[in-house]
């Protein structure tokens, strides 16, 4: 599914890129549905973050979605082949790193359990569920990266997503980043924390409720009196996006990744021209 962008990734970014002196670690990009097909900047900008963190990244083709639609709709069975797919596809990898703590949780925390009557299966669940994070936790808690070199100018705040923050940890990584940013302003929310709405299939089993939400978030992203939104799953920010301006909102929308890779100066989420670097 991703052979194209993997194409793209070995004939720009890694030419482009200085090469660190120290010997990088393998890595592997979980690319993830949404920024494959809505969103390929994000993968650019997670390629750089890696590289110039001593990083040789690897985009393996054949990966394929997590299987979280399949999961949160109780499809055990599609969810086990999906799975299977995906840990061939990152076997051998000294980490899988994916831009989404929904994709990276899924990976890390729900993976090994799908497989509790194959043993085999399951030790390489735990394996891939082992060598599995999230784009800010492995910079920062792995890779101990402390500051960026990119600047963005404006005000920013950040939405803890809810799988990265509560299955992940993925909290202070980002904002110490961001921090680094030149030109940059951090204010926070009065609730960062508070779910967007989203939530993958919930969006669409009880919209209702979930337009009531995320109308709650576009108050609170509002009144932090920031001028741009960042967060680290594209599901979420693609949700707030599109609430903000159907409200008439001129507030930016941006993945996390795109901020801290210099790459700011991209169209926002929503806004016209696709994500791409030019």
Known sequence: MHAIFAAAILATVSQSLPRPS??????????????????????????????????????????????????????????????????AAFDGYDAVVAPSGSCGGMLSHHYPGLFDDDPAMQARAKDLAGRSYELMAFLVDVMGIETVEARYDGAVTYHDSCSGLRELGVKDQPRRLLQSVDGLALREMKSPEVCCGFGGTFCVKYPEISNAMVGEKSADIAASGADTLVAGDLGCLMNMAGKLQREGSPIHVRHVAEVLAGMGDLPAIGEPGRGEPG
């Open 22 to 87: 120290a010997r990088p670690r393998r890595i592997a990009l979980f690319v993830t549905c949404l920024v494959d097909l809505f969103r390929p900047s994000v993968g650019f900008a997670a390629v750089k973050l890696l590289e110039r963190a001593g990083c040789t990244v690897d985009v393996p083709p054949l990966q394929v979605c997590c299987g979280q639609p399949a999961y949160n709709t109780g499809d055990r069975a599609t969810t086990r082949a999906i799975a299977a797919q995906v840990i």
